[in-house]
């Protein structure tokens, strides 16, 4: 079966301008959880849906990043005003238990670069 | 300080070696542990998941956590070139509580085995 998908796989945009990333997950998965990991760090947690509500947010750096869910399926993560200290690969992970007990299938990414 | 301390290395070996890679964590509140490897460009894959205090093989890999010390382990037995990759620790406080599954990663060892 298809895995977790993320579009686009590359984005470069100039300082300011607005970005959108989409997030797939696995038919079914109820949680969804969005990781960023900047150059040669670890993933950082961003934030975590449990169908379409978002109950944990802590991680969204600034007030510039929102996301939504849909359908209980696509997420769209979004970057307001981008800043250099925004490059890096964004991550999207989905399970298919409530609170994630089980694997996060993790998609390919997306690599975002300001300049 | 880190929640997650892992050695960045890189850390090259020759085919066959066994391969320690180790992490240190700070929150006692971590229950769930995991090792995730995650090759150049792609999203991050699991590979041993640890629920608890004790040791789990798979195959090559063997993974052990002691809670006691706020330390985990993973070995690669025979190591091979297939497994030059990015390894990383990643753990969770899980179910309960608001931390819904969220991981906390290491940094990432960047191994290379060589032929």
């Known amino acids: 079966g298809a895995g977790v998908s993320q579009s686009p796989s590359n984005k470069v945009t100039e300082k300011g301008k607005d970005v959108e990333l989409r997030c797939d997950p696995i038919s079914g998965h109820t949680a969804l959880y969005w990781y960023r990991q900047r150059l040669g760090q670890g993933l950082e947690f961003l934030i975590y849906f449990q169908g379409n509500s978002a109950p944990d947010k802590s991680g969204l750096p600034s007030d510039r990043f929102s996301a939504e869910r849909t359908g209980e399926s696509v997420s769209t993560l979004t970057i307001q005003r981008t800043q250099q200290e925004d490059s890096a690969v964004y991550l999207c992970?989905?399970?298919?238990?409530?609170?994630?007990?089980?694997?996060?299938?993790f998609g390919p990414g997306t690599r975002l670069t300001v300049l | 300080q880190k929640e997650v301390e892992q050695d960045p290395g890189p850390l090259s070996v020759p085919e066959g070696a066994i391969v320690s890679l180790n992490c240190t964590y700070s929150?006692?509140?971590?229950?769930?542990f995991m090792w995730y490897r995650q090759y150049s460009r792609k999203g991050p894959e699991l590979l041993m998941y640890t629920y608890s205090s004790g040791n789990k093989e798979d195959g090559r890999f063997t993974a052990q956590v002691d809670k006691s010390s706020k330390y985990i382990s993973l070995f690669i037995r025979d190591s091979q070139p297939s497994d030059s990759a990015t390894y990383l620790c990643?753990?969770?406080?899980?179910?309960?509580?608001?931390?819904?599954?969220?991981?906390?990663f290491g940094q990432g060892t960047i191994l290379t085995v060589h032929p």
């Open positions: 992970a989905s399970t298919q238990t409530r609170f994630a007990e089980g694997e996060q299938f």
């Open positions: 990643a753990m969770s406080e899980g179910a309960g509580g608001t931390s819904y599954g969220k991981l906390t």
């Open positions: 929150n006692s509140a971590f229950q769930y």
